[in-house]
Nanobody, 124 residues
């Protein structure tokens, strides 16, 4: 059974940092690209970052580029999203997902296998 589980969300001050984790079970994440998505209140879900499988090539949307860093630890079967310089507009439920394909082609269109999400709130 393919399962993804996000963790690491919480409340943080503007300008602060959080690190999200996406742990996989039931399959070896190393072979697949993994994307991070978010859905803010009243808005559609958007893809913000993705990482290819074998070479770990990262991709970022302009809204997070330079502030967020995606990485993977294949030994831990986990993908991470380090979020720095957080802004109130980053407040959202964050999801990780995979199509069980090796590359992040068109990842912003969505993926097939999703975690349940973790809430990030950026507020003073």
């Amino acid at each position: 059974q393919v399962k993804l589980e996000e963790s690491g969300g919480g409340l943080v001050l503007p300008g602060g940092s959080l690190s999200l984790s996406c742990a996989a079970s039931g399959f070896a994440l190393r072979y697949y690209a993994v994307g991070w998505f978010r859905q803010a209140p009243g808005k559609e879900r958007e893809g913000i970052s993705c990482i290819d499988s074998f070479d770990g090539q990262p991709y970022y949307q302009p809204s997070v580029k330079g502030r967020f860093t995606i990485s993977r630890d294949n030994a831990q079967n986990t993908v991470y999203l380090q979020m720095d310089s957080l802004k109130p507009e980053d407040t959202a439920v964050y999801y990780c997902a995979t199509d069980r394909l090796p590359l992040c082609l068109n990842y912003t269109r969505g993926m097939n296998h999703w975690g349940k999400g973790t809430l990030v709130t950026v507020s003073s």
